[in-house]
C-alpha cells in the first residue's frame, strides 16, 4: 500500500471509531415536518404526472416524537384530497392523526414510518353535505399510509461529510423526546 494510502485508511478507522464513542447525530420534530411536506409535494407531483385523479395536497403537519416516552411519533396532517371524476374536481378536508414507529433503513440511509396506526379521522367536505364520508377516509389512510411506509421521511443528506460517515458507520436511532437519535447499536 501506498504511504497516501495508508494515511487515508487510518483517518477514516479513525472518523469511523469515533461514530461509536460519539453522542450521535439528532434530528428534530421541525426538521421531520419540514422533510414530510417536501415529501407530500414530491409524491403529489409525481400522481398528478401519472394522470392519477386523486391528488393530496398537506396544509400542516405536525410530528411529535416520544410522547409518553413511547418509541413511537405521533403525527398530525391536515389538508386536501380531491377526486377528479368525468372533468369535475370534488375536493374534501381531511385531517389524521396517526401513530407509527420510526424505522432507519441503513441500506437506503432513510427514515420511514411503519406500523401505522390510526388514531384520529375527520373528513369535511362542503359538496357532499352530510354524505357518509367513511370511505373517502379509508382512501385517504391508505394513501397516507402508503406514502409514510415507502417514502422516507427524512434522508441522510450525502453531500453532508459527517452524515455520510454516519451511513457508513452501521447507525441506527432510537426516539426520544422531541427527537430521532442515531447511535451505534
Not at 14 to 41: K, W
Not at 78 to 95: Q, S
Not at 101 to 109: F, G, H, I, N, R
Amino acid at each position: 500500500m501506498t504511504p497516501r494510502l495508508l494515511t487515508v485508511m487510518a483517518l477514516l478507522a479513525v472518523l469511523l471509531s469515533g461514530c461509536a464513542g460519539m453522542p450521535g447525530y439528532a434530528i428534530n420534530e421541525a426538521t421531520l415536518e419540514r422533510h414530510l411536506r417536501d415529501a407530500f409535494q414530491d409524491f403529489d407531483r409525481q400522481q398528478l404526472n401519472a394522470r392519477s385523479p386523486i391528488s393530496l395536497s398537506l396544509n400542516d403537519a405536525d410530528i411529535t416524537l416520544g410522547p409518553d416516552g413511547r418509541d413511537v411519533a405521533v403525527i398530525d396532517l391536515a389538508g386536501e384530497a380531491a377526486a377528479t371524476f368525468l372533468g369535475v374536481r370534488l375536493p374534501v378536508n381531511i385531517a389524521l392523526k396517526v401513530e407509527g414507529a420510526p424505522v432507519y433503513d441503513s441500506e437506503q440511509k432513510a427514515i420511514f414510518i411503519r406500523r401505522l396506526k390510526l388514531l384520529d379521522s375527520r373528513v369535511e367536505s362542503p359538496l357532499l353535505g352530510n354524505a357518509d364520508l367513511k370511505p373517502v377516509t379509508d382512501n385517504a389512510m391508505r394513501l397516507v399510509a402508503q406514502l409514510l411506509e415507502t417514502v422516507p421521511i427524512y434522508r441522510l443528506d450525502e453531500t453532508n461529510l459527517g452524515q455520510r460517515i454516519l451511513g457508513m458507520a452501521g447507525m441506527d436511532i432510537r426516539v426520544a423526546p422531541g427527537r430521532l437519535e442515531f447511535y451505534k447499536p
